[in-house]
Each structure stands twice: as structure tokens, then as C-alpha cells.
């Protein structure tokens, strides 16, 4: 069974950059695409962004392009979202999950960390 632990969230002012880590453990984590999405109160889950197991160029939700960077540390089991540039309509529970090989959805899910952009 994997397991995906987010930290990293916090409070931080309009404009601040803040960086989220996902822990992950109990799987063969080189061979997941691994991704990240949030949810604010009232709204749906939005995609973020995601990075294959293959590593390379992540791809990003319109509103985590330019601002949002994914990056991954297959020797440690770890996948990062630096934000840039936060603006308040980023506040979310942001979420960790990772995609087995052949998946056509995202397998496993972290319980979130909070972000919370004050204005």
C-alpha cells in the first residue's frame, strides 16, 4: 500500500512563494507520475500539475503555469510544488497523489496540506 504525506503548507502573504513536499513510501515510487492538486471550500478538485515517472517536463493546470514548478528526488521518494508569486484564489488543500504504470487515473492520495494566501 503507498503512502503520500504532504507538509509544507502554511500561511503566507499575497505574492510569497511557499514549497509543498510529498513523502511517499511503501511503493516503487521511480515508477509513478506523481501529481498535485487542490481543492478550495465550495469549489472542485482542480489539477495542479503532474510529473511522469520518466521525470522530464511536468505539465501544469492554466493556473499553476508560470508560478508553479514540479520537481522529484527518486532516491529520496519525494516530489516538491514550489509556488511563486501567490495569490489569495490559490487557497486550497493542496493534495499529493501518484499514478501506477498503465493507470488511467491517480491510485493513491494524500490526506493535503493547507495553503492559505492572505491578501
Known amino acids: 500500500q503507498v503512502q503520500l504525506v504532504e507538509s509544507g503548507g502554511g500561511l503566507v502573504q499575497a505574492g510569497g512563494s511557499l514549497r509543498l513536499s510529498c513523502a511517499a513510501s511503501g511503493g516503487t515510487f521511480s515508477t509513478y507520475t506523481m501529481g498535485w492538486f487542490r481543492q478550495a471550500p465550495g469549489k472542485e478538485r482542480e489539477f495542479v500539475g503532474a510529473?511522469?515517472?520518466?521525470?522530464?517536463?511536468?505539465s501544469y493546470g492554466d493556473s499553476a503555469k508560470g508560478r508553479f514548478s514540479i520537481s522529484r528526488d527518486n532516491a529520496k521518494n519525494m516530489v516538491y510544488l514550489q509556488m511563486n508569486t501567490l495569490k489569495p484564489d490559490d487557497t486550497a488543500v493542496y493534495y499529493c497523489?501518484?499514478?501506477?504504470?498503465?493507470?488511467?487515473?491517480?491510485?493513491?492520495w494524500g490526506q493535503g496540506t493547507q495553503v492559505t494566501v492572505s491578501s
Open positions: 497523489a501518484a499514478k501506477v504504470r498503465f493507470s488511467d487515473r491517480f491510485d493513491y
Open positions: 510529473i511522469s515517472w520518466l521525470g522530464g517536463r511536468p
